[in-house]
């Protein structure tokens, strides 16, 4: 994969289909699958010992997606469809949502199945099948893919007025850093379950000269102006996925509860001030344009014509940039001194 589309590529913790199993029910004994192989009532267990891999992915011209160089499942340039979304009552009563991944070959065939857990799966818990979807899929997986940030979250306005993202209009004028003052086009809002590998990233008070604490969803971008260059990336301009600076200290992935993420739309991809950390706004793709209302969806074909890649989505590095100790606070000082 080249480095002209690092906007597209998205990694997501997945089990292979054969780690999830049928444990009681019509089809005793078989893997996870696609919806129409499925039955009602059948009882799983993910096997002991069972870990997610990467499955890292880049959009298609159509309407699937394609599994990129960097991954840890699939092989590079076969296609992923969303096939459905399950959902299962646990034998502790809770509901858990799945998402049923198909990867096919160059001749159309099945080369593999993937479950993408929406909330963490638990070994030796027995989750039985409630719910089968095949016409919510895509929504769902877009909800995930859309960049977020939390309830509270004091995004710079025009005016310099620091407002909470939640009290935000369509219409408002929020500072950006590549274009001046732009008008929100929409706002979009989703509550999630803060668990596992959808827990948002904290990046606390002071971590990389913020006010106050910043929470994002974990693929969130932030960018990052170094007066030199501490990461050797061979540029002073940096986009950062937020979850590559988790640290445990500083930086944190915070579980426990629920997350009201809020996204804001603008006629280009826009890098904004989040708790005065420059941060990126939704970028529209195949990913997760289905998250979008129809008429928001529909103005993008006629008057949003701004989201293709932007030369800053060039300057995104690579998780082992990011490698060192405390990326953060080499990041923190290089952008300060």
Not at 190 to 212: E, H, M, Q, W, Y
């Amino acid at each position: 994969m080249s480095d002209s589309k690092p906007a597209l590529i998205q990694s997501l913790p997945v089990y292979r289909s054969a780690l999830f199993n049928v444990v009681n029910g019509a089809n005793l004994g078989d893997s996870i699958s696609f919806a129409v192989e499925l039955d009602l009532d059948d009882t799983y267990e993910l096997r002991s010992g069972a870990t997610p891999v990467r499955l890292s992915l880049e959009t298609s011209g159509d309407s699937s997606f394609v599994v990129a160089e960097d991954t840890r499942a699939g092989q590079p340039g076969q296609r992923i469809f969303l096939d459905s979304c399950l959902t299962f009552m646990s034998s502790r009563g809770a509901t858990q949502e799945l998402l049923v991944m198909v990867e096919v070959d160059e001749r159309d065939d099945v080369a593999d199945v993937y479950a993408l857990p929406l909330a963490p799966l638990e070994p030796k818990t027995e989750y039985t099948l409630v719910g089968i979807d095949t016409e919510n899929a895509r929504t769902k997986f877009a909800q995930v893919a859309c960049v977020s940030f939390s309830r509270g979250t004091r995004i710079t306005m025009a005016s310099g007025a620091q407002t909470p993202i939640e009290d935000l209009h369509i219409g408002d004028r929020v500072l950006t850093r590549d274009d001046g003052p732009q008008t929100v086009r929409w706002i979009g809002a989703s509550t999630v379950r803060a668990i596992g590998s959808f827990a948002p990233i904290c990046i606390r008070a002071g971590a990389l000269n913020n006010s106050n604490d910043l929470h994002v969803s974990p693929d969130h971008r932030l960018f990052i102006y170094q007066r030199s260059d501490a990461l050797g990336a061979g540029r002073h301009e940096l986009l950062v996925r937020a979850r590559h600076l988790v640290n445990g200290t500083t930086i944190i992935q915070q579980d426990g509860g629920f997350m009201d993420y809020f996204q804001i739309l603008f006629d280009e991809h826009q890098i904004i001030y989040a708790e005065g950390i420059a941060a990126e706004t939704l970028f529209v793709d195949t990913r997760n344009r289905a998250a979008l209302p129809d008429d928001i969806d529909a103005a993008l074909a006629r008057a949003l014509p701004g989201h293709a890649p932007r030369a800053h989505l060039d300057f995104e590095v690579s998780e082992k940039l990011l490698s060192h100790p405390d990326a953060a606070m080499l990041l923190k000082r290089a952008s300060t001194l």
